[in-house]
Each structure stands twice: as structure tokens, then as C-alpha cells.
């Protein structure tokens, strides 16, 4: 195949051409996309006084960046699961009256030890351990 | 005195400029009467709320403040503090969604009136990419004020997202500015709102106009079969645009009454670490698509329930999107044509799901 002038031209030009449209969009794209912030690796945090933690309720601790809640049954055990419902990622809570973990969001249910039994939720919560020093209810990662 | 001013001012302007194509299109555009004329009005009612749109954001633009720390009580401070605030926002608000009704109607009237065909495939899908664009919109603002509500529908939108494969992770990050939805995730709304959307938007906006203007306006089948002594016409001006205007004045009113009398409501801040509180829900217009979800099972055969109906949405969206190009062979004996019963069809679907989203 000959290659004519106009021809060799045209494809330096072309082949230029899209190198100087990547190099504006390569950029552009690599700010779009955010930074990994170095991740605070937390293995335990410490979520309050047992005697100022009413039976039969909850609440939300933060693990991290990720939220944690933490049950106190009627029969005063601890449950630590992860928060982060695993259907649509809204924030679970605990119903007393139901003694279950609801998803207001979408009427997702998990019974205490985070099994997915109701609702849209795909998988069971994550759990994590409880331990009580001195006094102090301690959440840790499991495993 | 001030008549003649302005025509001097036109006649410099024509003789530099040559304004024919404009004189020529206000005399000569007109638009046809019939029983279904009132249809004619949807688009420009929009476009109307759109300018609303515009000039209430510019002004809530002024005191907003995004940010984790500050866009709460920012719009506290608007609908507090700030005289007439309160009106702005509500007028926003309340416009945001009459917008959406309003694209809606227009939408279902075009496609029932099969104004979408040759030769106006893309009018039709200029529009679709508009109201896409205007729930888009409505998504992005919904989230700037930062409270509880707003919080876990992006949460939930955003995550929606992200059960697409392959492509679904990667965008959730790069929407949500980060893996959760946080002060990031505020900062790249408010940037989508105000700058990116309003550019993408005024564009297609500007082709779908434009096309209108250089076709003119659709004429229904039964119009068309009209002797032409029987087809009646209106000028476009001044007695459409007259008529539009009255309309506008009717709407502007409309919205002045809800704002003031159904303000739209702060609720509490958003908290990251706070249970959703009960009744959370999207905006009306997402509501047939979220209730949709709500009742799809964890798992359909082996894929994941959300999955499937967010894969739906998307083709469905993109087959309505390319409807000029779909040809249903029309039986003789058939008393509807097909694509109208499927258009009866979605609109069933999408009342039906959306009243049981509230009920439910």
C-alpha cells in the first residue's frame, strides 16, 4: 500500500489529535473520581456505661465511619450488628415491640442475630462481639 | 412617542441584522383548533415553571450555603430570616414538582396524540431526555437542604445505582463523591444542580424549541382529514401566545396559593448516625418506581430482585425513549392500536404504584 503525503498528514494529525483529546479528558475523569481516604482502622470502640443502657432498647454507635447498632434484649444480652441495612444501605433500627430490627425504608426485618428474615434485604446483617470490661460495653470486629 | 422609539430601534436592528426569519415565523406560524387543542398548552406551562425554576434558584443561590455544617441551617436561616424566604423556597419547591406533573402530561398527551411521529422523532426524544433531565433535578435538590428525609433517599437512591454490574460500584463512588453519602456527597449534588444540569439541560431544552419552531405544531390524524375549508387555525400571535400567556398567569397563581398555603416543610437535620425514621420516601415522581421495589422479593431465580427491577426501569425507560422508531403492524379488526394500549397500560401501572406507595 502507498502511502501519499496527504494521507501520512491526515493519520499524524488524527492519531495528535486524539492523544490531545485524552490527555484534557484523562484528567478531567481522574478528578471525577474521589480520592480513597486512608480508611481509621478500628477494630473496638467503646459504647457506654451497661447501667445507663435500658433494657429492651437501642442505639446507633459509631464504628469507624460505618454505624453499628447495639441492642440490649429484654433478658439484658448485648447484640452489636452492623447498621448498614443490606438491601438499599439505609439505617436499621430496633422495634421493642417486635423484638426485631426493622428497615424503615423498606420494611426489611432481621431477627437479633442479624438474619435477613422478611422483607427485600438480600443478606443478614454483619455481627459484631460485645464484651462488657468493667462496667464498659466494648464492640469489636469479629474474627 | 415611546411606539416609535421602539420601531426606530427595530428598523436599525432589521437593517443590520435582517429580521425576516423572525418577522416571517410571527406572522405566519399558526396553530391548529381542535377538540384536543388544550394539549398544545402542556410544553409551554413547563417552560414556564422552568424560568420559575431558574429565577427562584438564582435567588435561594444567594444565601444557600452547601456543606455537612452549613446547608441545614442555611435554608433554616432562608425561611427564617431572610425576608420572603420562605416564599422563594416554597415557590421552588412547589414549582419543582408542578415541572415534573407538568413534563408528565405533556409527555402522555404527546404520545397519545402519536405527535412523536415522522417527522418528529426528535422533538420527541430532545423531551425525553429534558424530563430525565428534570428528575434528575429533582433528585440532585432534594438532598441540598440536608435533612433526615433527603439523607436516606439519596442513601437509597444512590445505592440503587450501584446494583447495576460492572458499571454500577464505580458511579455510585463517583455520584456519591466517596463509599457513603456525606458532606462529599452534598458538595457534588449542589455542583450537579446549579451548574451541570442547568448547562446539559438549557441545550436540549434550546434543540427541542427549536425543532418545534421549525416544524410547527402537530396536526392530529382526524385534523389532518379535514377538508381544508373545515380546518380551522389560530395565528400563533399574538392570539396563541396570548392565550399561553393567560394560562401562565392562571398557573403563577396556582403556585403562589400552594406556597403559601402548603409550605414545604424543614424537617429535622440529617444525622449519618441515626436509624431512618419511619415514612421515608422519594419525591412523588420516583414513587411508582420505588414502590415497584418495595415489592420484588429479595431473590428471583438467582439474581437479585433489585437488580431485575432496576434493569426493567432502564430498558423500559430507553424502549419509551426510542417509541417514534418502534412500527406495531395495526390489524384492521384491532379497535386500539397496540402502542397506545401499552401507553394506557403505563399509565395504569404508574397511578396504581404510586397511590400505593402512599397507602402502604
Not at chain 2, 294 to 320: R, S, T
Amino acid at each position: 500500500m502507498k502511502i501519499n503525503r496527504r494521507k501520512f498528514l491526515n493519520s499524524i494529525l488524527g492519531i495528535g489529535g486524539i492523544g490531545g483529546i485524552l490527555s484534557i479528558f484523562y484528567p478531567i475523569v481522574s478528578y471525577l473520581i474521589p480520592p480513597k481516604m486512608a480508611e481509621p482502622k478500628v477494630n473496638s470502640v467503646k459504647a457506654g456505661s451497661t447501667s445507663d443502657f435500658a433494657a429492651n432498647s437501642y442505639k446507633i454507635v459509631k464504628f469507624g465511619r460505618k454505624p453499628v447498632i447495639l441492642i440490649k434484649t429484654v433478658d439484658n444480652q448485648y447484640k452489636a450488628l452492623s447498621a448498614s441495612c443490606t438491601h438499599l444501605d439505609c439505617i436499621v433500627q430496633y422495634k421493642s415491640d417486635t423484638k426485631q430490627i426493622w428497615c424503615a425504608c423498606h420494611n426489611g426485618i432481621y431477627d437479633l442475630n442479624g438474619r435477613n428474615i422478611s422483607g427485600p434485604p438480600p443478606r443478614p446483617l454483619e455481627q459484631y462481639d460485645v464484651k462488657i470490661v468493667k462496667d464498659e460495653i466494648v464492640i469489636t470486629k469479629m474474627g | 412617542m415611546l411606539k416609535n422609539i421602539g420601531s426606530k430601534i427595530v428598523s436599525s436592528i432589521d437593517e443590520r441584522y435582517d429580521l425576516t426569519p423572525v418577522r416571517n415565523l410571527l406572522q405566519h406560524k399558526k396553530v391548529p383548533e381542535h377538540r384536543h387543542s388544550v394539549w398544545y398548552y402542556m410544553g409551554g406551562v413547563t417552560l414556564f415553571l422552568f424560568i420559575v425554576q431558574l429565577l427562584t434558584g438564582i435567588l435561594l443561590l444567594l444565601y444557600y450555603r452547601p456543606g455537612e455544617d452549613s446547608a441545614y441551617e442555611s435554608v433554616r436561616f432562608i425561611v427564617t430570616e431572610v425576608k420572603f424566604g420562605w416564599l422563594i423556597r416554597n415557590v421552588h419547591s412547589w414549582s419543582a414538582n408542578l415541572l415534573v406533573l407538568f413534563a408528565f402530561v405533556h409527555m402522555f398527551s404527546v404520545f397519545f396524540s402519536k405527535a412523536y411521529q415522522k417527522p418528529r422523532e426528535l422533538t420527541w426524544i430532545t423531551g425525553f431526555i429534558i424530563l430525565v433531565f428534570s428528575l434528575a433535578f429533582g433528585f440532585s435538590g432534594y438532598l441540598l437542604p440536608w435533612n433526615e428525609l433527603a439523607f436516606f433517599a439519596t442513601k437509597v437512591g444512590t445505592d440503587i445505582v450501584g446494583v447495576v454490574p460492572v458499571i454500577g460500584q464505580p458511579l455510585k463512588v463517583l455520584l456519591r463523591g466517596g463509599e457513603d453519602v456525606t458532606g462529599a456527597t452534598l458538595s457534588r449534588f449542589f455542583g450537579i444542580h446549579v451548574a451541570i444540569l442547568p448547562a446539559i439541560f438549557t441545550f436540549f431544552l434550546a434543540l427541542h424549541l427549536l425543532f418545534i419552531q421549525r416544524q410547527g405544531m402537530h396536526e392530529p390524524e382526524e385534523f389532518k382529514n379535514l377538508p381544508e375549508e373545515k380546518k380551522k387555525y389560530i395565528p400563533f400571535f399574538p392570539d396563541f401566545a396570548l392565550k399561553d400567556f393567560l394560562l401562565w398567569v392562571v398557573v403563577f397563581n396556582v403556585l403562589i396559593f400552594l406556597a403559601l398555603y402548603f409550605p414545604w416543610e424543614l424537617g429535622n437535620k440529617a444525622d449519618a448516625f441515626a436509624s431512618a425514621p419511619k415514612g421515608i420516601r422519594p419525591e412523588w415522581y420516583f414513587m411508582f418506581m420505588f414502590q415497584s421495589l418495595k415489592f420484588l422479593p429479595a431473590h428471583i431465580l438467582f439474581i437479585e430482585g433489585e437488580l431485575l427491577g432496576v434493569l426493567f426501569f432502564g430498558v423500559a425507560g430507553l424502549v419509551w425513549m426510542m417509541v417514534p422508531y418502534i412500527k406495531i403492524k395495526h390489524r384492521s379488526g384491532w379497535k386500539f392500536q397496540p402502542l397506545t394500549l401499552i401507553g394506557i397500560f403505563v399509565v395504569i401501572f404508574i397511578v396504581i404504584m404510586t397511590v400505593l406507595g402512599y397507602l402502604l
